[in-house]
Nanobody, 125 residues
C-alpha cells in the first residue's frame, strides 16, 4: 500500500489549495479515506473523510464549509479542496486509508492503518 500526497505549499490568508493523494497497492474504491493534519506541537487531528462510493462525507467543524473532500476512483486519487484558508490551517496534511474495506468513514485516527508521508500547507502573509 502506498499513499502519496501532493499539492501543498505557501498561500496567503483567504487563498485556496487543492491537495491530492494518489493511492496504489490496494483496491481504492473499496475503502473509506480520510484527511488529517498535524500542526507543530499539536496532536494529529481529523479534517475530512469520505466513503468508498463518495455517498458519505464528514468534516471537522473547523473546516466545514471551507474544505471539500472528493475522490476519483477511476484515477485512484483522493482530493481535498481548501478555500478561504486561515493561518490556523497551517499544518502537515496526511491522507489515510481505513482499516477495513466497505466501512463508513471515521473521524478517529485509530480507524486508519495506512498513511502518506504528508504535505506541508503554510498559510501566511
Amino acid at each position: 500500500v502506498q499513499l502519496v500526497e501532493s499539492g501543498g505549499g505557501l498561500v496567503q490568508p483567504g487563498g485556496s489549495l487543492r491537495l491530492s493523494c494518489t493511492a496504489s497497492g490496494f483496491t481504492f474504491n473499496s475503502y473509506a479515506m480520510g484527511w488529517f493534519r498535524q500542526a507543530p506541537g499539536k496532536e494529529r487531528e481529523f479534517v475530512a473523510a469520505i466513503s468508498p462510493g463518495s455517498g458519505n462525507k464528514y468534516y471537522a467543524d473547523s473546516v466545514n464549509g471551507r474544505f471539500t473532500i472528493s475522490r476519483d476512483n477511476a484515477k485512484n486519487t483522493l482530493y481535498l479542496q481548501m478555500n478561504s484558508l486561515e493561518p490556523e490551517d497551517t499544518a502537515i496534511y496526511y491522507c489515510a486509508r481505513s482499516k477495513a474495506s466497505y466501512r463508513q468513514p471515521s473521524r478517529l485516527p485509530a480507524e486508519y492503518t495506512f498513511w502518506g508521508q504528508g504535505t506541508q500547507v503554510t498559510v501566511s502573509s
